[in-house]
Every structure is written in C-alpha cells, then in structure tokens.
C-alpha cells in the first residue's frame, strides 16, 4: 500500500542500514587496538600526571594535625593542639605500619626528620599524658623548631606543585613565596639543559653521518643497496645492551682504540685518552644507537628523488653545489626533519646507554627519573620530571608543525 500523502519516507537506522552495519563493524575491529593504547599509554601517562601533583600520604596518616596546623600562622611553635594530634596519630601511624611512608615524605622536605618520626612513635608508647609538647621535645629537639612544622604542613597537602617546584630546582618559602634551592641542591635543571644540548648534539651528528650514508644507499645499483641497508639494520638486531658494553670495550683506556693509536705511534702509552665513563662516551654511543632512525626516513625520501632533476639543473647551468642546495636538499627536508625529531626525542628518553658509559659527567635527566622511580621511591619527582620532559617534546612536535608542518614528514 501506499504511505499517506504528505507522510515523510522512512529512513534506515545508522544502526541496522547497510551503512551502520559497516561502520559498526569497523569499530569493532579499531576496539581492541583503542583498549591496547589506553591499557598501555593512556593510563600510565594519567597515572604518572596525577603522582606529580597528588600525593595524600601525610594527610591520609595525620589528619588531625594537618587540620589544626592550617590555623597555625606560621610563627613561632604551634599551639599544643597540634602536639596532641601529632601525638596520637604517630602513634596510629606506627601501629598501622604506616609511619615510614609519612616520614620519608616529611623527610624529603626537611631532611634529618625520618629518624625523628620512628624515635618519637616509639618512645611515645612508654608515656600516658602530657603536656605532650614538652614529652616531645624531650625525646627530639627537632620538635621545637618550626621548620618541623613547616615540613608537616607542607607535606600534608593532598594536591601540591611541589614536585614540580623541586624539578626546577625552585622550593615554596614558609611564608609561601618561591625562591630558588640552595646552590648545593640545584641539580634538576642543569641535567635537563645537558640533556638538551646532548640531544642536539646527536640529532646534529647523526644528520651529518646519516644524510651522505642515504644518498649512498638511495642511489646505489639495486644489489648493492639492499647489502648496504642490510647493514644500516644490524643494529636492530643486536641487543642494545651488547652494542652498549661493545664500545665499553673499544673505548676503554686499555681498549682497542687506545691500543691502536698507541700502536702506531700518535700517542704515548702513558698519555692514553679517557674516552669511556664521560661525555664522549655517551655521544659515541648514542650517535651509533639512533644513526639508523635518522637513515631510513633520509632514504625513503632520496628513494623518491628522480635522478632527472640534478641533471635538469646541470642542464640549465648549475654547479653540483647550486644544483645541492637549490634542488635536491629542498625535496630531502620532509626526511631531515622526521629523522632529526624521532633522534631528538628518543635521545631525550635514553637512560640505559648513559648509565653505562657515561659516567657521573654523561648523566641525563632520565637517569635521574629512573634513579627517582626504582632507588629513591619518590615517584611524585619522577613523574613530575617525566611530565617536563613530556611537555618538551610537545612542544618541539609543535613547533615542527609549525614550521615545517607534519603532513610533510616522512618516515618511509
């Protein structure tokens, strides 16, 4: 029967039409590779945002006393209210098997303060009143002096930039203004400008290496090619940490370099260079490390070249140079700037390689996020480096696009 007149047709579904059947579908299949990004990326990178800036510790063990030291003033000691919830609760702290959580955090503050805490909590349960400032102030001295306090309540805060502040070398005053940490202590951001400049320095080393190996391979006879790019891969198949100890033992000051340079005569044996355990280690090896991924999109892009435009502007009168530098490197940037940014960014995360042949002078800031997640256990640091380091490369991603522009990237 005919519809109605006037009466609108009737349209499929964009669930049952042959239309949303096949976008469901599609879905379906994209599923399990959306829950393996988020199982795998998304929810470590959370994770590690959120420890930088939410660490409730102190405030989960002394509420009490966080609670009364938010009314403290700052000046002098605070009232004998806060020394008896401080009292009690180290108490429950230490039978919950949770004071030495409390008192590392408190001690990264003010250092001296975790033995305070474990003393103070155990000689607390002999005593059955107070006034409980005096009691714990015969057990530690530290106990009446403000900085004490200052560390509780500094800690005691549940969402606080200190981690940040600490990744900067920077800390929050008593009086809250920031200032700058003491000399001795400012550590974090001449790490991250030698990371910084090491990067660079391998992005650099590895472009001017990488870009005439490509050429090589991008124009050679097509057996010739494959044997050469052969050889460009062999360090993918060999374990990073065997290709790391290999230079030890070529960079040593009694290994095969030096016993080669001696051997010949350019240096004396008593005059053998340092090579290993220093910054030249960690260049040399890291250069060799990230030389492939800055090889292969140089050569996937020169692939693409044909050899007709440098002899169309030889033709027209250009020199090899004036034909270089007006027509073949113009087409090769897309494959610099994909190999410079994947070099840069995977030499800002490299900690392996300078942990072992750099030495105390070839340290990165990521040795210092590893030492901080597996020695220290202040991953609240660590994820707050982690998360600078992570706004870095966001930022260099960034201005690429920027300038050059992502659609032009090519890695092969």
């Known amino acids: 029967m005919n519809a109605p007149e006037g009466t609108p047709p009737r349209r499929r579904t964009l669930a049952t039409g042959p239309g949303g059947r096949e976008r469901w579908r599609a879905l379906a299949l994209v599923l399990p590779l959306l829950a393996f990004a988020g199982v795998t990326f998304l929810a470590p990178l959370g994770t590690m945002l959120l420890r930088s800036v939410y660490d409730p510790v102190v405030a989960d063990a002394l509420p009490e006393t966080i609670t009364a030291l938010r009314a403290w003033d700052g000046e002098g000691l605070p009232p004998?209210?806060?020394?008896?919830?401080?009292?009690?609760?180290?108490?429950?702290a230490r039978e919950a098997r949770t004071l030495g959580r409390v008192?590392?955090?408190?001690?990264?503050?003010?250092?001296?303060?975790?033995?305070?805490?474990?003393?103070?909590?155990?000689?607390?349960?002999?005593?059955?009143?107070?006034?409980?400032?005096?009691?714990?102030?015969?057990?530690?001295?530290?106990?009446?002096?403000?900085?004490?306090?200052?560390?509780?309540?500094?800690?005691?805060?549940?969402?606080?930039?200190?981690?940040?502040?600490?990744?900067?070398?920077m800390q929050r005053l008593p009086d809250g203004s920031v200032a700058r940490q003491p000399e001795e202590r400012r550590i974090y951001l001449p790490l991250l400008w030698r990371t910084l400049?090491?990067?660079?320095?391998?992005?650099?080393?590895?472009?001017?290496?990488?870009?005439?190996?490509?050429?090589?391979?991008?124009?050679?006879?097509?057996?010739?090619?494959?044997?050469?790019?052969?050889?460009?891969?062999?360090?993918?198949?060999?374990?990073?940490?065997?290709?790391?100890?290999s230079w030890i033992v070529l960079l040593q000051t009694q290994g095969v370099i030096n016993d080669v340079l001696v051997a010949i005569g350019l240096i004396g044996d008593d005059g053998r260079l340092s090579m290993i355990y220093?910054?030249?280690?960690?260049?040399?090896?890291?250069?060799?490390?990230?030389?492939?991924?800055?090889?292969?999109?140089?050569?996937?892009?020169?692939?693409?070249?044909?050899?007709?435009?440098?002899?169309?502007?030889?033709?027209m009168g250009a020199t090899a140079a004036q034909a270089f530098r007006r027509v073949y490197w113009p087409?090769?940037?897309?494959?610099?700037?994909?190999?410079?940014?994947?070099?840069f960014i995977l030499a800002i995360g490299y900690y392996i390689t300078p942990a072992l042949v750099g030495g105390s002078s070839g340290q990165l800031i990521s040795n210092m996020v590893a030492y901080h997640m597996q020695t220290s256990l202040n991953w609240g640091l660590a994820a707050a480096l982690g998360a600078l380091l992570l706004v870095g490369v966001l930022g260099l991603y960034?201005?690429?696009?920027?300038?050059?522009?992502?659609?032009?990237?090519?890695?092969?």
């Open 331 to 343: 087409q090769t940037l897309p494959g610099v700037g994909a190999g410079s940014l994947l070099v």
């Open 197 to 245: 400049l090491v990067s660079l320095s391998i992005t650099i080393l590895c472009l001017i290496l990488g870009y005439p190996i490509a050429h090589l391979i991008a124009h050679a006879p097509s057996r010739r090619a494959n044997l050469l790019l052969a050889l460009v891969l062999v360090p993918f198949w060999t374990s990073l940490l065997v290709r790391t100890t």
């Open 278 to 315: 220093n910054m030249t280690g960690t260049l040399v090896a890291m250069t060799h490390v990230l030389l492939p991924f800055m090889i292969l999109p140089l050569y996937s892009v020169m692939r693409s070249i044909p050899p007709l435009h440098m002899r169309a502007a030889a033709s």
């Open 398 to 412: 960034l201005l690429y696009d920027r300038l050059v522009g992502v659609e032009r990237m090519s890695l092969g």
């Open 80 to 92: 004998e209210a806060v020394y008896d919830a401080a009292a009690r609760e180290l108490g429950l």
């Open 103 to 169: 008192a590392g955090r408190v001690n990264r503050v003010e250092s001296g303060l975790r033995s305070v805490f474990t003393r103070t909590a155990r000689d607390l349960g002999d005593v059955t009143g107070g006034p409980w400032r005096d009691v714990m102030a015969g057990i530690d001295s530290a106990w009446v002096e403000p900085a004490t306090w200052h560390a509780i309540r500094a800690t005691g805060e549940r969402f606080t930039a200190r981690h940040y502040l600490n990744a900067v070398d």
